[in-house]
């Protein structure tokens, strides 16, 4: 049990929050958790979770699924027609890291806007809805992944919202790490779900389930996605046994995230002060903290395997970024050792 507490021994892993392990409340409500068969008369479990997630960002229904892949996916199946445009921003995770559910299963045409920490342009935008045929989908994302964890303000949330109800367009968010904004923002949930038709939201990053998320929206579109869930093979019969740990990841690991913007913060203000370069801890709002290894001389991957060999794992990003992701294992002893590990490849 120790082990699963502190996730891998020896080891300091920052590649991302998906390496939490579950809590040991959470392996004690999977053990006794009420099942049922979640492709017929339906679990339990899995429809409290349901009710649950769906409580928390304002909608009317939720439907679990295996990844948040998948739930985005599922998002644009039951929104968007074949050959209808998907507006996003950029650096969006959806049209760099899942492009193929975006051009492959759900048919729909990427539509890069320019943006600045994840927020897209607005006037952009609009002109990209102007001078569209086939619009389909607006698409946001927050905390944004790719833009270091930053957190899209909900004035400008609003306004991409109103702008696709002038023009016919549903609106869906990206809220993998939704609670990381919320907790950002000292908010809850569902007062930045509500600048969106439909959310999806991981419960295996930050909030330390083992598998799992959920899809929220309108009663009638969680109904089709439903059924667009069995399309894609995400049916999972007696589901309860890990919809069981997303109940209490919902329940007891929300607030303690606040925990891991601090360690990001803590991590950026050391690395700023061994070289200003490295990173700008003014730009760390949640868990996630891109280092800029640039000006070195080395590239990010010299430098991901020179940590590596003092037992610390991030990320390398391209030929000049690192990503650091911080979660419930990375306490202060992790950090210091982080920071160490880091001001002797530096020297």
Do not use: Y
């Amino acid at each position: 049990m120790v082990a699963q507490e502190r996730g891998r021994d020896g080891v300091v892993d920052l590649r991302s929050d998906t390496v939490t392990l579950p809590t040991a409340a959470m392996l004690e409500r999977m053990q006794r958790a009420p099942l049922g068969d979640d492709g017929r008369e339906g679990d339990p479990t899995v429809r409290a979770l349901e009710a649950r997630g769906a409580a928390l960002t304002g909608k009317e229904a939720a439907l679990f699924v295996p990844s948040g892949t998948m739930g985005n996916l599922l998002a644009m199946l039951a929104h968007a027609e074949r050959g209808g445009e998907v507006f996003a921003d950029a650096g969006a995770h959806l049209l760099n890291s899942e492009l193929g559910s975006v051009v492959t299963i759900a048919g729909l045409v990427p539509k890069p806007m320019p943006s600045r920490r994840g927020a897209m342009d607005e006037a952009a935008l609009a002109d990209a809805i102007r001078g569209s045929e086939r619009p389909g989908l607006i698409a946001m994302e927050t905390a944004h992944n790719g833009a270091g964890g930053a957190v899209l303000p909900p004035p400008h949330m609003m306004r991409i919202h109103a702008l696709g109800q002038s023009n016919g367009i549903p609106v869906h968010l990206d809220g993998a790490r939704l609670f990381n904004a919320s907790v950002a923002l000292g908010v809850p949930a569902a007062r930045i779900a509500e600048h969106a038709d439909s959310v999806m939201v991981c419960l295996s990053k930050g909030l330390s389930a083992p598998v799992g998320s959920l899809l929220c929206g309108g009663a009638a579109f969680v109904a089709r996605a439903r059924t667009l869930r069995k399309l894609v093979g995400g049916t999972m019969r007696q589901s309860g046994v890990v919809a069981a740990a997303g109940l209490v990841a919902l329940e007891t690991m929300i607030e303690r995230l606040s925990k891991d913007h601090a360690a990001a913060r803590r991590l950026a203000a050391a690395l700023s002060w061994l070289d200003p370069a490295l990173a700008d801890p003014d730009q760390v709002q949640t868990n996630i903290l891109r280092v800029d290894v640039s000006a070195s001389g080395r590239e990010a991957a010299a430098w991901a395997e020179g940590v590596k060999q003092r037992g610390i794992l991030v990320q390398a990003s391209g030929p000049s970024q690192l990503r650091l992701v911080t979660h419930r294992h990375i306490d202060g002893a992790a950090v210091d050792r982080t920071i160490a590990a880091f001001a002797a490849l530096g020297r």
